[in-house]
Every structure is written in C-alpha cells, then in structure tokens.
C-alpha cells in the first residue's frame, strides 16, 4: 500500500513563507507526476503546482512567481516552497500522486492522496 504523508503546514502572517514536504511510502516503483492542491472552505479543490517526473512544472496563476514546486526522485518526495503569502492562500494544501507504477513493466498506474495539511495566512 502507498502512503503519503505531509507536514510543514502552519500558521503565518501575510508576506511570510511556508515550505510543505510530501513523502511518498510503500511498493513502489516509480511516479509519474507529483502535485499540490488546495481547498479553502466553501471552493472545489483546485490545482496549486504540478511537477513531472523530467521536472517539467506547471502552476496556477494565482501562485506563479511565489509557489515553487520540486521533487526528489530517488526519495519520492515533493515540496512546495510558498513565499510572499497572502490570506487567500488560506486552505488545506492536499499532495498528490499521478501515474504511479507499483512494479515494473506493463500495468496499472495508480493515484493517490495525503491526508492534506491546514495552512492559515493571516492579515
């Protein structure tokens, strides 16, 4: 079974940073993209950062030029370092995985999910 497990969530004031971990754990092989959402409370969970296994990025608008995503391959870890946030950066940041390979050859690709964590930007 694959796990994810996220951490760095918190409370900061407007204009600080916030830097989120997302360890992937278990059987596994390989992944193919890793990615940040968000929910705030009252909106559908929307796209925040998306990161290909190549390490191409793609962002929302809302975050460009202060959200950078990364990864580590051989740790099968992602990180979302948040700077200059604002109050409407307020949601519970949820990490994900896409396209992952639990053995090598062909077969099922499977998705998965954190358990998210809250971060609260205040004015």
């Known amino acids: 079974q694959v796990q994810l497990v996220e951490s760095g969530g918190g409370l900061v004031q407007a204009g600080g940073s916030l830097r989120l971990s997302c360890a992937a754990s278990?059987?596994?092989?390989?992944?193919?993209?890793m990615a940040w959402y968000r929910q705030a409370p009252g909106k559908q969970r929307e796209l925040v950062a998306v990161?290909?296994?190549?390490?191409?990025?793609n962002y929302a608008d809302s975050v460009k030029g202060r959200f950078t995503i990364s990864r580590d391959n051989a740790a099968n870890t992602v990180y979302l370092q948040m700077n200059s946030l604002k109050p409407e950066d307020t949601a519970v940041y949820y990490c994900?995985?896409?396209?992952?390979?639990?053995?090598?050859?062909?077969?099922?690709?499977?998705?998965?999910w954190g358990q998210g964590t809250q971060v609260t930007v205040s004015s």
């Open positions: 990161i290909t296994s190549g390490g191409s990025t």
């Open positions: 994900n995985t896409d396209g992952v390979r639990l053995q090598a050859g062909p077969g099922a690709r499977y998705r998965y």
């Open positions: 278990g059987s596994i092989f390989s992944i193919n993209s």
